[in-house]
């Protein structure tokens, strides 16, 4: 079955860095665009970072934009996520989702668009 297992979060102080990775496993990791999107308590859920299956795209929410990079190394079956000058209010679980479909046709993914989630790795921005 289907598994993508996040790591890489902890405890980080303002612009600090993080790398987040997401291995999948259950299916063809180089046939499926992947995004990263986080959760903090109370909120809902924000798209955050998203790669077509070749790494030919990406896409960012402006919050996180020219501060996260998004990239996939399908040999290693690892998507990535790179949080660089980390704030405060990147504090959340952050969560890999699999895309149906070698692309996404709208960014944010419309829930249609992806079908699998990891558990979600936790990131805290704080002094």
């Known amino acids: 079955q289907v598994q993508l297992v996040e790591s890489g979060g902890g405890l980080a102080r303002p612009g600090g860095s993080l790398r987040l990775s997401c291995v999948g496993s259950g299916f063809t990791f180089n046939n499926h665009a992947m995004s990263w999107a986080r959760q903090a308590p109370g909120t809902g859920l924000e798209w955050v970072a998203g790669?077509?299956?070749?790494?030919?795209?990406?896409f960012y929410a402006g919050s996180v934009q020219g501060r996260f990079t998004v990239s996939r190394d399908n040999a290693k079956n690892t998507l990535y996520l790179q949080l660089n000058n980390l704030k405060p209010e990147d504090t959340a679980m952050y969560y890999c989702?699999?895309?149906?479909?070698?692309?996404?046709?709208?960014?944010?993914?419309?829930?249609?668009?992806?079908?699998?989630w990891g558990q979600g790795t936790q990131v805290t921005v704080s002094t």
């Open positions: 790669i077509y299956a070749d790494g030919s795209e990406t």
């Open positions: 989702a699999k895309v149906t479909e070698v692309r996404t046709y709208y960014w944010p993914p419309r829930q249609y668009e992806y079908d699998s």
